[in-house]
């Protein structure tokens, strides 16, 4: 059975990706405390929450894929 996971490649794109939309989700949150987000910005905070959210599935699913194939190839 092949098990097709992420490559080395696509996993520095993810989290890449992830660690710059979290330091965006943290700078707007302390831009938050001293001025309120106006629509366009809350808006792209949401979208920004839907991806990392999407992020964290796929690494996820990758973790289990691979942990599956480690798992058959020991028995």
């Not at 990706?17 to 965006?24: F, G, N, P, T, Y």
């Not at 106006?38 to 996820?60: G, V, W, Y």
């Given at each position: 059975m092949?098990?097709r996971y992420?490559?080395s490649?696509?996993?520095?794109?993810?989290s890449?990706e992830?660690?710059?939309l979290?330091?965006?989700?943290?700078?707007?949150?302390q831009?938050?405390?001293?001025?309120?987000?106006?629509?366009?910005?809350?808006?792209?905070?949401d979208?920004?929450?839907?991806?990392?959210?999407?992020?964290?599935?796929?690494?996820?699913?990758h973790?289990?894929?691979?942990?599956?194939y480690?798992?058959?190839?020991?028995?």
């Amino acid at each position: 059975m092949s098990v097709r996971y992420l490559n080395s490649q696509q996993l520095k794109e993810l989290s890449d990706e992830l660690a710059s939309l979290a330091k965006q989700q943290s700078d707007a949150r302390q831009l938050e405390i001293f001025v309120r987000m106006n629509p366009h910005e809350i808006e792209a905070f949401d979208l920004r929450t839907q991806r990392i959210s999407k992020i964290h599935i796929m690494l996820s699913e990758h973790d289990a894929k691979r942990q599956t194939y480690m798992n058959s190839q020991q028995h």
